[in-house]
């Protein structure tokens, strides 16, 4: 641990506030994170979908544990701001495993992780969470756990008791360590403001095309919003719709609207970190 990995893990703490929330474009490498960063970011947050497509792999824990947290320390070096990284539920099958990789995230400089229930059971969920915190404690870096819960996100159970289901998951999960929750799959207001008023931690949602806005997420008391793979998508279209073009028609109107040389030269003229 550094005083600037502990400083920033304060200032990425104090970002979390209900009502005015923190609001994070995930990214996957070193020039998304300094063009976030230079569009007015806080803190950066990778994708956990977002970096297994760059390095080639399904989402889903299906990338390498080892380059994941190489990409992430990509990222971190790159800015000078907290970030926080999507392990996905720890890249590994027992607490124990999900307490090292934890271990070897903070070793990159990360301040903050996400670790999702991934269908299992709260109990067994929630164990994983508590290695997550007392590995953190153990490199004494006060690490943002974020909780997350994918009831709604994958329509898990009977939907007339699915937001009672996600509160209990996700009480446990706060007096398991968790510092903040994570519903991804909710976007009405009736449901996120439910879900504020119910789990006493700060609430993180989801949030793209058809969500409420972030001033509307303010509104209703959420700390966290995240566009989690979206920006990698939109990315990923755009590499898609020039390509089909040039090897199609032979004609290169996609490209009109990029990013010039010069401007991307740019972000990689030195490290943040």
Do not use: C
């Not at 996957?28 to 970096?51: E, I, Q, Y």
């Not at 403001?193 to 989801?206: E, I, K």
């Amino acid at each position: 641990m550094t005083s600037t990995q502990q400083e920033k893990a304060r200032a990425l703490r104090e970002l979390h506030r209900p009502g005015e929330p923190l609001v994070l474009a995930n990214v996957w490498d070193a020039a998304g994170a300094r063009l976030v960063a230079a569009a007015g970011a806080r803190a950066v947050a990778t994708a956990s979908a977002s970096v297994s497509w760059t390095l080639g792999s399904a989402d889903g824990e299906a990338a390498d544990r080892d380059e994941v947290l190489a990409q992430t320390a990509l990222v971190v070096r790159s800015v000078g701001l907290p970030v926080t990284a999507d392990l996905e539920s720890g890249f590994g099958a027992t607490a124990a495993e999900v307490g090292a990789t934890v271990e070897a995230l903070l070793a990159t400089g990360a301040v903050g992780v996400n670790l999702e229930d991934a269908g299992r059971p709260a109990a067994e969920a929630a164990e994983r969470i508590a290695a997550a915190r007392a590995a953190a404690s153990a490199a004494g870096v006060d690490l943002f756990v974020n909780g997350r819960t994918d009831v709604f996100l994958h329509g898990i159970g009977d939907p007339a008791g699915r937001l009672d289901d996600a509160v209990a998951r996700l009480r446990a999960y706060v007096e398991a360590g968790a510092d903040g929750v994570f519903v991804p799959g909710v976007a009405d207001p009736e449901t996120i403001a439910a879900l504020v008023a119910a789990v006493p931690a700060p609430l993180n949602v989801l949030a793209g095309p058809g969500s409420p806005s972030v001033p509307e997420l303010a509104k209703l008391g959420v700390a966290r919003v995240s566009l989690g793979p979206g920006l990698a998508k939109a990315a990923y279209a755009a590499v898609r719709r020039a390509a089909e073009e040039v090897y199609g028609a032979g004609t290169y109107g996609a490209l009109d609207g990029g990013l010039t040389y010069q401007e991307l030269n740019a972000l990689g003229a030195g490290r943040a970190g």
